[in-house]
Structure formats: C-alpha cells, structure tokens
C-alpha cells in the first residue's frame, strides 16, 4: 500500500523560507515523474512545480518561479521543495504525487494515481 507523506511546513513571515520533503513508502519516486500541488483555502488544487523521472528536467507555475527549487535524493527517497521569499499567496496546504505527461495540464503532467497524502500546511503572513 502506497502511503505519501509531506512535512516541512510552517508558519513563517513574508520573505522567509522553507523546505517541505515528501516521503513515500511503498513507491519509488525515482521511478516516477513527481509534482508538488498546492491548495489554498476556498480554491482549487493547482501544480506548484515537477520533477521530471530522469531528474533532469523541471518545471514550474509562474507564480513560484525564481523562488521555489524542486529536487530529489534518491537514496532517501525523498522529493523536496525548497522555498525562499515567501508570499502570504503561497499559503497553502502542499501535496506531492507521482504524475504522468498531460498536455492539457497546467504544468503539463496530471497524477498517475489516487495516492495523497495529508499534505503539509504552510502559513504565510504579511
């Protein structure tokens, strides 16, 4: 049973940082292209950023760009989000997932499968 698991989150001000991680039991995440999604109080989920299979490629929501770096270490199998210069728009409850290629997807990937976990909460305040 594949079981997701997000940390990392926080309430931090305008222009801080943080790092979320992503753990997966049950999953390779080197096996897969890995997204983290995002969702805001009272709005929709939307992608944040993707890591492409290979590692080599990755992507990124205009709205994070130049301040959000997703990577992996797989030995841990751990995905990450590092995130600096936070914006109180950011605040919101962060999720990763496995993805597949979707042109008719925001960041051009859509979720392979069901697999969510409770995510992790991040709080930015003016």
């Known amino acids: 049973q594949v079981q997701m698991v997000e940390s990392g989150g926080g309430s931090v001000q305008a222009g801080g940082s943080l790092r979320l991680s992503c753990t997966a039991s049950?999953?390779?995440?080197?096996?897969?292209?890995m997204e983290w999604f995002r969702q805001a109080p009272g709005k929709e989920r939307e992608g944040v950023s993707v890591?492409?299979?290979?590692?080599?490629?990755?992507y990124y929501a205009d709205s994070v760009k130049g301040r959000f770096t997703i990577s992996r270490d797989n030995a841990k199998n751990t995905l990450y989000l590092q995130m600096n210069n936070l914006k109180p728009e950011d605040t919101a409850i962060y999720y990763c997932?496995?993805?597949?290629?979707?042109?008719?997807?925001?960041?051009?990937?859509?979720?392979?499968?069901?697999?969510w976990g409770q995510g992790t909460r991040v709080t930015v305040s003016s």
């Open positions: 997932a496995p993805v597949g290629s979707d042109p008719r997807a925001e960041l051009g990937f859509t979720p392979l499968f069901n697999y």
């Open positions: 049950g999953l390779p995440l080197d096996d897969y292209a």
């Open positions: 890591l492409s299979r290979s590692g080599r490629n990755t």
